[in-house]
């Protein structure tokens, strides 16, 4: 394989990686902060013993996210300098700010939130924990602007090889945007709606003391109701992203549901899109990886369709007062833990890889975008460093997932810090 595949592979691994972390993340601070939030109001220690032992897991989940994430950023100059050089200037500020401002809040409030649960006063530290959850949308909001440019650039003009920005404006009422940002947040409270199911419906199983029971019992509630919304969330706003791709990409619609080629002047093939792609910009192969995305979007599609179907039956068996005495169903909702992260990671392959050849749709593709010179060798010996890193990082991931899920909520507020401590020493 070439240097350019190799890159590719390279950046999808690392991408890939690390959106496992990026929908729990967004998802769960929602509800961690929602189950404080019923502490402060009522003062039941149930809501303070589920937002704890959540929010153990959070953490794990939010430290090996950022670790990952920072392989990203120095592919950027090391494998895709070109791509950099051209965009850099546009990038520049919605990522300087989602660095400086969005992360720089949610990481520091997160701290203080962790070891202020003795030291502040009750409202006060809820609202620290609604500031990481404000910080984590702020940062999506802020890199979806930027990708969101990659696929309708906007607000630039392109000078001596590159594009510089003349409306800010234009960045922030890029049409894509709002499509693919409802989108996103529905599938981080997916993740997170069926990550505290699995766990709960784990512990509901095997049943304890009172204490702990209620607790699961109410940490599920709140899971089957945010998932039937998270879902809804995300087929509306994954509808409004069809209408848009039809009109917008089409190449990135006909190659996700195999569209080869057509006699309808309305959706053409990928044939004749490409033909219309060398007529313009002249020779080149304009086809995306037209099989990938057939598998991907239906994986997607009827992943989706199935967690729905999921969401409904929780919500009826909730209301029916059903939902915690049936153990087959319990037993049934801990494996779906995974389906959501395979929906996660088909739609941004498909939403990556449709727009292909271009790195920036008809402004830059991804062979410009490339660093020059690069040997096959030392992108392969990066890629399987990577790739090895990362696996490693996958099992303690997983590991201390599976530690500190298994802990319950009965213990009492030194044993949770002791926990966190532990945590925090291990990541």
């Keep these: 394989m070439d240097s350019l595949v190799l890159s590719r592979l390279q950046f999808a691994t690392t991408v890939i990686y690390h959106y496992l972390f990026v929908p729990l993340t967004l998802g769960l601070v929602v509800l961690i902060a929602l189950m404080e939030t019923l502490y402060v109001v009522h003062g ?83 609202t620290t924990i609604w500031l990481v959850a404000f910080g984590a949308y702020m940062s999506v909001f802020w890199i979806l602007i930027a990708n969101s440019f990659m696929q309708a650039p906007v607000g630039y003009v392109i000078h001596d090889g590159q594009a510089y920005m003349t409306n800010f404006m234009a960045l922030l009422e890029n049409p894509n945007l709002y499509n693919s940002l409802p989108h996103v947040i529905g599938s981080g409270l997916v993740t997170a709606a069926f990550f505290v199911m699995a766990i ?51 190449m990135k619609w006909a190659a996700s549901i195999g569209l080869v080629s057509s006699n309808t002047p309305t959706d053409l093939g990928m044939r004749q899109l490409e033909a219309i792609f060398v007529a313009q910009f002249g020779p080149g192969d304009y086809m995306p990886p037209s099989q990938l995305d057939v598998v991907t979007y239906h994986t997607m599609f009827f992943t989706g369709l199935f967690l729905f179907i999921v969401a409904v039956l929780c919500v009826v068996l909730l209301l029916s007062k059903r939902l915690f005495r049936s153990r087959h169903f319990l037993g049934f909702l801990i494996p779906c ?27 830059l593709t991804v062979q410009q975008g490339m660093t020059p010179n690069m040997s096959p060798t030392m992108v392969l010996i990066s890629l399987i460093t990577f790739a090895l890193l990362y696996s490693i990082l996958a099992v303690i991931d997983i590991a201390l997932i599976i530690k500190y899920a298994r802990g319950g909520v009965e213990r009492d507020d030194a044993s949770h810090s002791t926990s966190t401590e532990e945590a925090l020493a291990v990541i």
């Design 44 to 126: 039941k220690d149930t809501y303070r013993r589920m937002a704890m032992f959540w929010g153990q897991l959070y953490l794990i989940n939010y430290a090996l996210g950022v670790v990952s994430g920072l392989a990203q950023e120095f592919q950027f100059g090391t494998n895709w300098s070109n791509y950099s050089r051209f965009v850099g200037n546009v990038f520049g500020a919605p990522l300087a700010i989602e660095t400086l401002l969005a992360f720089f809040v949610e990481s520091t409030f997160l701290g203080i939130w962790i070891f202020g649960w003795d030291l502040l006063p009750r409202k006060v530290h809820l």
């Design 337 to 363: 833990v995974v389906l959501p992260y395979i929906i996660n990671i088909c739609g941004w392959v498909t939403r990556e890889t449709g727009r292909q050849p271009w790195i920036i749709y008809k402004l």
């Design 200 to 250: 709960s419906a784990y512990h509901l199983r095997k049943k304890g003391s009172a204490v702990h029971i209620e607790a699961f019992q109410r940490s599920l509630r709140m899971g089957a109701i945010t998932a039937l919304i998270g879902i809804l969330m995300a087929v509306l706003s994954g509808g409004l992203q069809i209408v848009w791709l039809r009109a917008n990409q089409p």
